[in-house]
Every structure is written in structure tokens, then in C-alpha cells.
């Protein structure tokens, strides 16, 4: 049960995007129970998340970013 801090961080930015499973969240928890450098990442984390939601902040759509990327290729 017990995880090493790389997965903690690969959990914890998972369920920013609500991408973890029920049980990543709660290995993560555990983890964060003894972990105070991961506890402060999870806390930066959810910080930075919740200012680009209030920013109002959108990703590109697959298609927005392959259009994108064509045009790089166009202009090099």
C-alpha cells in the first residue's frame, strides 16, 4: 500500500484532471499523511488548478493542436 513519492506525484496530478481511481486517491491520502513535501506539492498543486479554472483557462482540443502544430511546420 505504501507508494514512493514519484507515484504520489503522478496520482496527485491525475486527480487534478480527474484522471485517478478510487484507489490512487486513497494511496495518495495515505501518503500524505507522513509525506510533508508531497503534502506541500499536492496543496501547490490544487492551488495552481483552482487559479486556471478561476482564470477561466481552456485546453486546446486534439484537433486545435494538430492544426497547430501544422502550422509551425509550414512556417520553419
Known amino acids: 500500500m505504501k507508494i514512493s513519492c514519484q507515484e504520489a506525484s503522478n496520482i496527485c496530478n491525475k486527480s487534478q484532471y480527474k484522471e485517478a481511481s478510487f484507489w490512487d486517491i486513497v494511496k495518495l491520502r495515505i501518503h500524505l499523511l507522513y509525506c510533508k513535501t508531497c ?26 493542436k494538430e492544426r497547430m502544430k501544422r502550422d509551425l511546420e509550414e512556417k520553419l
Open 39 to 64: 503534502k506541500q506539492y499536492s496543496k501547490k498543486n490544487s492551488e495552481l488548478t483552482s487559479m486556471c479554472d478561476r482564470a477561466g483557462l481552456t485546453m486546446l482540443t486534439k484537433d486545435e
